[in-house]
């Protein structure tokens, strides 16, 4: 019993933290709102180059070979600089996908070694999301259909682009029709994939919200500390500094679940579901109340376009509702505890929960 | 990380498994705040010190295992899970315990560890005055040395178990001139000595839980001091990091709660007419389950050489306001049922979650107020400005 990241992993998030806080500032990230696509294909390589969109693609098809483990730390440290590429999504949900495909469709491992090249983006949807992201720059989507998951290349599809709040977000709905030869996968094994793709979504989206959280809490200390009212940094209030403790307890209580979550989906993922609707739900809660408490904290001026905390408190709004919302996630809860077979208790912490 | 026991850990729980499974009274014994109940409670703390169940991390020469920090929570899971007797000795075995085995002499080792591991002595601690509660920089009990004597004069307050226990460890100004955080010693007195005083306050449920101690003129010796004369602020800072962080209150108690109400909700559910209560048994298995989740977390860390800081203060919030919460639930269950005694007639499966609703009003405020733990996080943890 272990409860703690290898020296390794803490050393590659670093590294990976290093780098994007340097490649993705507020600046950058509004200056991407003004791009045709909002992303940036050179970003985009240079995280190829790392290897992080191809970290749990397996080394025979050109990837790093490892798991969702490895890769919930980056993803915290995606969601601290608001990344608006859809990394998470492609190295936690599209590579995975593809991978479990790969050997019985080379038009799957194809697309991977295309991916771990950063030659092509492949945009995936699900039915827990209404909307596809990232559609507009993707070469290939994944779409699912009842039990059956396709691949569509985009010429073949009809995309309507759906605002967001957050204008780093790129929705999109999907018009296509499928055939015998667009499908990959259907009846249980489709299921099963679905299954296993709205489980590292959320994960994704849960460690990314995480990180969200613990960036507008910083940057609200910080706030807090400079401006002054009364003669005083308005952070010497202990209203505010109860406000931001608030944050710290839901943040850090939300970590451990987020964890356990990633193991499991890592080691056993067909008894992930309990763990992972644990970390997005406590995930969400955290990032909703960081949002609350900073935008009070910050007054006015939390409210305007050019202070850079709705960059992060729009996107925290938008993840919490994406990969499955609360009401989702809280409902598969639900069903398990209500069920007289769960194993609960004190004894039960780290036992197969069913 | 891997979050599989070891072929070892696991013959540990079997082990801790039979062992309370042939000790636990099969009737709970009567309440540690009242007379008779104290003594069975000290009587079944022998008995754990028989099995050296006493205090497992603890060093096999003080009564001990030996134990690591992962085979401490097992032992706490199978313990609440056997629904054996709530440790009347915390405030010694969890306490004072840990702060006496970091700054004690090995003669203060020797000679308080054993005793309270064997379930022979049993602690308060007497650390808030009238004067001093949450700024507890403000005690004025006064210890003056003469001689090789400390005499003691003053008062305590909310001295957790002092009606009943032998000892009290307690914070006293050894420099009449000093102010706040300077001056302060961390001395031991035995409750019967001459000069104390101990008046019973009734709590919530009407018993004598906690005390008012007056000290007139009382003679300890020098050697009742626990490391130097005016470090006693710093050894009480680390004696709150483990009531506040990991020893105090381990998962497993929260986690049979939780499995509780859970139990209860399903009872109850077609007779539920509050929808908030559903989302209120769910958010409570998860924060029960979390705050285990965190505890490994915390345990392996420290395993590996980490320390423990002001982070105590995320916990102390956390399974404080995780109690009250579970239950509110219970007793929102319970519906018109729930101010009943377990004795009246009508109070069919209320169980004693009055009793624990009542204990969980005393979480947010005992240990520090959480509203001090909210300043502590955000002007330690945050870098909050304090002035």
């Known amino acids: 019993m272990d409860f703690t990241f290898t020296e390794d992993q803490q050393l590659f998030c670093d590294s990976v933290k290093d780098f994007l806080q340097a490649e993705v500032t507020p600046e950058s990230l509004r200056e991407s709102w003004e791009s045709e696509t909002g992303r940036n294909n050179e970003l985009w390589q240079q995280m190829v180059e790392l290897g992080l969109t191809a970290m749990l693609v397996p080394e025979a098809h050109g990837g790093l070979g490892m798991n969702e483990l490895d890769f919930t730390l980056l993803a915290q440290e995606c969601g601290r600089v608001a990344l608006a590429e859809p990394l998470v999504e492609t190295a936690l949900v599209v590579t995975p996908l593809l991978s479990a495909l790969a050997e019985k469709d080379p038009r799957c491992g194809t697309l991977l070694e295309q991916l771990a090249a950063g030659e092509i983006k492949v945009a995936v949807g699900h039915a827990a999301n209404d909307l596809v992201s990232d559609a507009h720059i993707a070469d290939w989507l994944l779409l699912p259909s009842g039990d059956q998951i396709h691949l569509l290349a985009r010429d073949q599809v009809n995309l309507t682009a759906q605002e967001s709040v957050d204008p780093s977000r790129r929705l999109y709905s999907v018009e296509w029709q499928g055939s015998d030869e667009t499908c990959l996968a259907s009846g249980a094994e489709g299921v099963a994939l679905l299954a296993a793709s709205l489980n590292r979504g959320a994960l994704g989206a849960a460690a990314q919200i995480i990180g969200l959280a613990e960036a507008m809490v910083a940057m609200t200390v910080q706030y807090t500390t400079d401006r002054k009212q009364f003669g005083k940094a308005i952070g010497t209030n202990q209203a505010l500094k109860h406000h931001m403790a608030n944050c710290v307890v839901k943040t850090e209580f939300a970590k451990a679940p987020l964890y356990r979550a990633a193991y499991t989906l890592s080691q056993l993922p067909s008894h992930a579901d309990f763990a992972v609707s644990h970390a997005k739900v406590v995930a969400g809660e955290a990032a909703l109340l960081a949002a609350k408490n900073c935008i009070q904290a910050h007054g006015a001026m939390g409210y305007t376009w050019e202070c850079d905390l709705h960059i992060f408190m729009k996107r925290a709004w938008a993840l919490d509702k994406f990969w499955g919302h609360a009401g989702f996630h809280k409902n598969r809860l639900h069903q398990w505890l209500m069920n007289p077979n769960a194993k609960i208790g004190a004894d039960k912490t780290f036992g197969v929960q069913v | ?387």
């Open chain 2, 1 to 387: 990380m891997d979050l599989n026991y070891t072929p070892e850990q696991l013959a540990f729980r079997q082990e801790v498994r039979q062992w309370l499974a042939d000790n636990v009274p099969a009737e709970p014994l009567k309440s540690f705040d009242t007379a008779e109940g104290f003594e069975q409670h000290r009587e079944w703390e022998k008995t754990l010190a028989k099995g050296n169940w006493g205090m497992v991390t603890w060093p096999k020469e003080y009564g001990g295992r030996g134990c690591n920090l992962i085979e401490w929570l097992i032992f706490e899971e199978e313990y609440y899970k056997a629904k054996a007797p709530l440790r009347v000795n915390q405030n010694g075995i969890f306490l004072l315990g840990p702060t006496l085995m970091e700054f004690g002499t090995d003669a203060q080792k020797a000679r308080y560890l054993t005793k309270m591991a064997s379930g022979e002595e049993m602690w308060a601690q007497g650390w808030s005055e009238p004067g001093a509660g949450s700024d507890m920089a403000a005690i004025r009990s006064k210890a003056i040395r003469d001689g090789d004597e400390y005499v003691i004069n003053g008062q305590k307050v909310w001295s957790t178990r002092a009606v009943f226990a032998d000892w009290v460890f307690c914070i006293f100004r050894t420099d009449p001139e000093s102010e706040r955080h300077n001056g302060l010693s961390f001395i031991f007195v035995p409750l019967d000595a001459p000069g104390v005083t101990v008046r019973p306050i009734p709590q919530l449920d009407g018993l004598p839980g906690f005390a008012e101690i007056f000290f007139d003129d009382v003679r300890v010796p020098v050697e009742n001091r626990l490391g130097d004369e005016g470090q006693g602020w710093h050894i009480a800072m680390a004696t709150a990091g483990f009531e506040r962080g990991l020893m105090l209150r381990s998962p497993a108690r929260f986690q049979e709660t939780a499995k509780r109400l859970v139990e209860l909700y399903r009872n109850h559910q077609n007779d539920i007419l509050d929808l908030s209560i559903e989302d209120a048994v769910v958010k409570s298995f998860m924060n029960a389950e979390a705050y285990a989740l965190s505890t490994y977390q915390t345990a392996s860390r420290l395993m590996k050489g980490g320390k423990i800081g002001a982070e105590a203060s995320l916990n102390k919030i956390f399974w404080s306001e995780l109690d009250q919460s579970m239950h509110e639930t219970a007793m929102s269950i319970l519906a018109s049922r729930a101010e009943l005694l377990p004795h009246a007639p009508a109070a069919g499966d209320v169980d004693n979650w009055l009793d624990g609703f009542l204990f969980a009003q005393s979480g947010p405020i005992y240990a520090g107020t959480n509203e001090i733990q909210r300043n502590i996080i955000a002007e330690r943890l945050l870098g909050m400005p304090r002035k």
